[in-house]
């Protein structure tokens, strides 16, 4: 158990849809990553928060966001859903803002777009 | 697009034979982390190397950084059905960090 909680733990939407991702991080742990995992794309990196303010941004398409708040806990928002959007999402917690400290993963959500 | 391959993208070995899985960047990386998923699993941080040439062991693992900092391999001796996982080098360039390809290894007892 890495500490990380992720809610929920399975989602499934129709293409269209709106849908939220929770995340907890770790306790003492500032940063917040989320990463996209699906089988053609591997591990991909969505975007980073530290301390409730966006610290870096990857391959995260528009009609996603997220945002860090007050306690620290985390959430994704995925729109206009596509099918091509099924993927597991891991958020990942570490108590620094830098890439040089360890990720802790939570156990994902797996998001199922029909 | 990807940055930062991996090969083998799998790898079936006996159990008690040595696995090496080697990570590839197109740009210079600060550092590089390894990470391995279980099946069914989240990824869990192995190690991180930083500097050129780094060498540092865990148990029958080994992890080099290239002097480069292009490259980075993992080494496992002897593995053991416990090995059975992907594993994923990650490292930073710029203010992005990018995973790799995976290796997934089989262990075959």
């Known amino acids: 158990d890495s500490g990380v909680t992720q809610t929920p733990k399975h989602l499934i939407t129709a293409t269209g849809q709106r849908v939220t991702l929770r995340c907890s991080p770790r306790s003492g742990d500032l940063s917040v990553y989320w990463y996209q995992q699906s089988l053609d794309q591997g591990l991909q990196f969505l975007i980073q928060?530290?301390?409730?303010?966006?610290?870096a941004k990857g391959n995260i398409l528009e009609r996603f966001s997220a945002q860090q708040f007050p306690d620290l806990h985390s959430e994704l928002n995925l729109s206009s859903l596509e099918l091509g959007d099924s993927a597991l999402y891991f958020c990942?917690?570490?108590?620094?803002?830098?890439?040089?400290?360890?990720?802790?993963f939570g156990p994902g959500t797996r998001l199922t777009v029909t | 697009g990807q940055q930062v391959m991996q090969i083998p993208q799998y790898q079936h070995v006996q159990e008690g034979e040595d696995f090496t899985t080697y990570c590839n960047s197109s740009t210079t990386l600060s550092n590089i982390q390894w990470y391995k998923q279980r099946p069914g699993g989240h990824p869990v941080f192995l190690i991180q190397?930083?500097?050129?040439?780094e060498v540092k062991k865990q148990k029958r693992l080994t992890f080099q950084f290239g002097e480069a900092k292009k490259n980075s391999s993992l080494h496992i001796t002897a593995t053991q059905t416990t090995d059975v996982g992907t594993y994923f080098c990650?490292?930073?360039?710029?203010?992005?960090?990018?995973f790799g390809t995976g290796t997934s290894l089989t262990v075959i007892p």
């Open positions: 928060y530290y301390n409730g303010e966006e610290r």
């Open positions: 190397l930083v500097k050129s040439g």
């Open positions: 990650a490292g930073r360039t710029g203010n992005q960090f990018y």
């Open positions: 990942a917690s570490s108590v620094g803002g830098g890439w040089s400290y360890e990720q802790y």
